[in-house]
């Protein structure tokens, strides 16, 4: 006989004599835990331990709705926080309460539906249905709350935590710099240098692009450098080649004094230096620096998987200068390369002149940009955040990251040009720095012909 109990709350009071009654029972507590977790406790559990599980549900449902709607209006402020070391603790607390919430609900779901009381043919898909939800949802959640760690370490570790700088004439100019500190170098010189500004508006963006043998190098009137070389990076320097790429290295090695304030600031002395020389040579004024370390690219290449590469040359990947003991050949075509093959092809020697081998460097870079999707991102994540402190600095400050990630995406849309200062439009060996500047000039900011009076 059916009591009223039973009768009024099936849920609550079942009539657990019946396999039926109880089978479908579990079926429902289990489908109800995974589509709105917290109910199964409030239909048929403890029904504080239930509010709490749908309230939290709620919660973070609705903080979803917020941020796909923010990002829609406004993605910049989604970017900020989520390079953001507050916004990405936050993150990592909720996803990881969240997946101990789960396990919690379910298996109190697990002890609610008394298994043993359901039919024999119906137990095991009941019980494999509620573990694989718990460890869908609990493995997403918890691998969500590694990743907020992890980009919280990587953004510290890479960025810095200065002051944000205004845009100047309405761009952003960075001093992009290609290191090379391979095995073979006594520490780091710039092997490629450029400087990219960015409309602070439309996001577009264009690269000029530093020959690393140019002489005879300007420096901005009352600079350091200035005050070192007043008539040029010439040859009355303090190292044995005078051009472009020493500088980094004699103001690290030999005159670090002259930048005292450039590790505090999340720089190096021989950085300063050559934001001093590409402020000269182009007449922008350099607000950050980027330095990529090409060796490094190898470890970063890996962790993303590999990159596709058009090779329009055949190099040599080992051997001597006259080709002896060559052992493996980059072939000409499209392959796909792991980071060590990509680094060689970036720094091959063999039959190339400095502007082939900056070309191929520029080609690897955008090879890997390209990587750079969401998909390939998140399911590598731990091994691009354990290689990308070794492979990139800056002094970009976190508090422009979100800014610089939404001018980037327009950035992408538009494409990256780029102005290449080599021969036969400038000679390194005698450039005319007075017609570099005025190319930046009319690139930046395009004279716009006006119509006549008389026109229409």
């Known amino acids: 006989m059916t009591s009223a109990a039973t009768a009024a709350k099936p849920m609550r009071y079942p009539d657990t004599r019946s396999r039926e009654v109880m089978t479908k029972r579990a079926w429902w507590l289990v489908v109800l835990n995974l589509l709105i977790p917290g109910s199964a406790q409030v239909l048929a559990g403890n029904r504080r331990l239930g509010r709490f ?14 941020v796909m709607v923010t990002y829609l209006l406004a993605p910049q402020l989604v970017y900020t926080a989520a390079t953001n070391w507050f916004g990405l603790t936050i993150a990592q607390v909720l996803l ?62 890479i960025f810095t935590a200065g002051p944000s700088e205004e845009p100047i004439d309405g761009y952003y100019n960075f001093l992009l710099l290609g290191g090379d500190a391979g095995p073979d170098r006594d520490g780091m010189r710039p092997d490629s ?24 190098i300007p420096f901005p009137e009352g600079s350091e450098m200035a005050g070192m070389y007043p008539d040029g990076y010439n040859d009355d320097c ?40 590409a402020e000269g040579i182009t007449g922008l004024k350099i607000q950050y620096y980027v330095l990529v370390d090409m060796y490094g690219f190898a470890q970063l290449i890996d ?68 990587q750079f999707n969401v998909t390939n991102v998140l399911s590598r994540f731990q091994e691009i955040a354990a290689a990308s402190p070794d492979v990139v600095r800056t002094d970009v400050p976190q508090g422009m990251i979100g800014y610089f990630v939404d001018l980037a995406s327009k950035t992408k849309e538009q494409g990256l040009s780029s102005v290449e200062f080599t021969p036969p439009t400038i000679d390194p060996e005698e450039p005319d720095y007075a017609l570099i500047r005025q190319t930046v000039h009319d690139t930046l900011w395009p004279v716009t012909p006006t119509a006549s009076p008389d026109a229409g």
Not at 193 to 216: C, I, Q, Y
């Open 53 to 66: 599980g749908l309230g939290f549900t709620l919660f973070l449902w609705l903080l979803v709705v917020a």
């Open 96 to 157: 990881a309460v969240y997946a101990v919430l789960w396990i919690v609900l379910t298996l109190d779901t697990l002890r609610l539906i008394r298994l043993v009381k359901a039919s024999p043919n119906a137990r095991l898909g009941i019980a494999l249905l509620a573990t694989v939800a718990m460890l869908a949802v609990t493995g997403t959640a918890g691998y969500g709350a590694v990743l907020a760690g992890s980009a919280r370490g990587t953004i510290a570790s």
């Open 193 to 216: 240098t450029s400087v990219v500004s960015v409309n602070a508006e439309t996001g577009k963006a264009t690269a000029f692009g530093l020959p690393r043998d140019l002489v005879d």
């Open 238 to 277: 303090n190292v044995d080649v005078c051009q472009l790429n020493s500088i980094y290295t004699e103001i690290e090695l030999k005159n670090p004094e002259l930048f005292p304030k450039a590790e505090a600031e999340g720089s190096e002395p021989g950085i300063e230096a050559m934001k001093q020389a």
């Open 303 to 370: 962790a993303l998987g590999g990159i596709q590469i058009d090779a329009k040359e055949r190099l040599p990947m080992d051997g001597d200068a006259d080709l002896s003991n060559v052992t493996e050949w980059i072939e000409v075509g499209n392959q796909h390369m792991d980071g060590w093959h990509a680094l060689m092809y970036a720094r091959a020697r063999h039959g190339s002149t400095d502007y082939l081998r900056i070309e191929r460097q520029r080609q690897v870079q955008q090879a890997m940009l390209s």
